[in-house]
């Protein structure tokens, strides 16, 4: 695909025809969110270095931990107090913490492998409420922008101030994009009214398994085999289902957790005819179900 440029298939964005299942990020457990007002480049390491919180962006990545620029819908500030969060999202050991830095050199002084660890880094006090993400990034794909910002100022009327614009979280096909942190659930290919209820969905504590791409952090084999767990038994919580185990190369067996009954999936990732049109040079592959049992029981599937 070519970066900065639009795809074919956001002409049929919204309709749900690419199956998005298990293509959440897989490199994304730990988070590092810092307000920045753009423009952005295409690659958030790719901030010139006069940029104040250019240092702690490439800081972020080397040690494991996700960079994301952050800005309001609508609402761009350019110069500090600048917000910050940082989110861990492995299984039951989510956190997130944030406040506002008065001034960007603060950022030097936080502990990055202790965030990539899923400690504190010493941004501050727990946060409570959610951060929603949706991309805007439209130097890395202008569909993110086509799509993601109309999506934004949408969620922003219904949920400020939860809801900020950001840069590349991965899956330009899948636009308009968002992902729900400190759980790290991502959602694609939403409309206002998909989006609307997925947030809905995480604000009681649960996911919607429409448009959901998956849970950001772990293998894609780890994404199919919750997805299909969840469509099975109807669990919806976002704490209430664990992915054990992973084993395989070719057909992925895993043991997944639904609250207290434990299930062994196997999955296989197939090739997509096309899906998004015969000029997007995306990762084309999707997963199917081929089996799931209830452990010690007979085969469900």
């Not at 207290?260 to 005819?273: F, G, I, L, P």
Request: aromatic residues 4%.
């Amino acid at each position: 695909m070519t970066r900065g440029k639009g795809c074919g298939h956001c002409l049929g964005s919204h309709t749900g025809e690419r199956p998005c299942l298990a293509t959440a990020t897989t490199k994304a457990r730990a988070w590092l969110l810092v307000e920045h007002p753009g423009p952005w480049p295409e690659n958030v390491t790719g901030l010139p270095a006069s940029d104040p919180v250019a240092g702690t962006v490439r800081a972020a990545k080397k040690a494991g931990v996700r960079p994301q620029l952050i800005r309001r819908p609508g609402r761009r500030r350019g110069t500090p107090p600048i917000q910050v969060y940082a989110a861990y999202s492995r299984g039951g050991e989510v956190r997130l913490e944030g406040r506002e830095l008065a001034d960007p050199a603060e950022l030097a002084a936080l502990d990055l492998a202790a965030l990539a660890a899923g400690r504190s880094p010493g941004l501050g006090e727990p946060v409570a409420e959610p951060v929603l993400l949706v991309c805007t990034h439209g130097r890395h794909n202008a569909c993110c922008a086509r799509t993601g910002a109309p999506l934004a100022r949408g969620l922003a009327a219904r949920f400020d101030p939860l809801v900020w614009e950001t840069t590349h979280v991965g899956g330009d096909r899948f636009a308009a994009n968002l992902v729900c942190l400190p759980h790290g659930f991502s959602y694609g290919d939403l409309g206002e009214t998909e989006a609307v209820r997925a947030v809905d969905a995480y604000l009681r504590g649960e996911v919607v398994l429409d448009r959901l791409r998956g849970r950001a952090g772990i293998p894609e084999p780890a994404q199919a085999a919750e997805h299909f767990a969840r469509a099975h038994t109807g669990v919806l919580g976002v704490d209430e289902v664990t992915v054990e185990s992973v084993t395989g190369t070719s057909r992925y067996e895993a043991v997944v957790l639904a609250r207290q009954s434990r299930y062994r999936v196997t999955v296989e990732a197939v090739e997509q005819s096309d899906p998004c049109g015969p000029d997007c040079g995306e990762n084309l592959r999707t997963h199917v179900v081929r089996e799931l049992t209830l452990l010690n029981e007979a085969a469900l599937v």
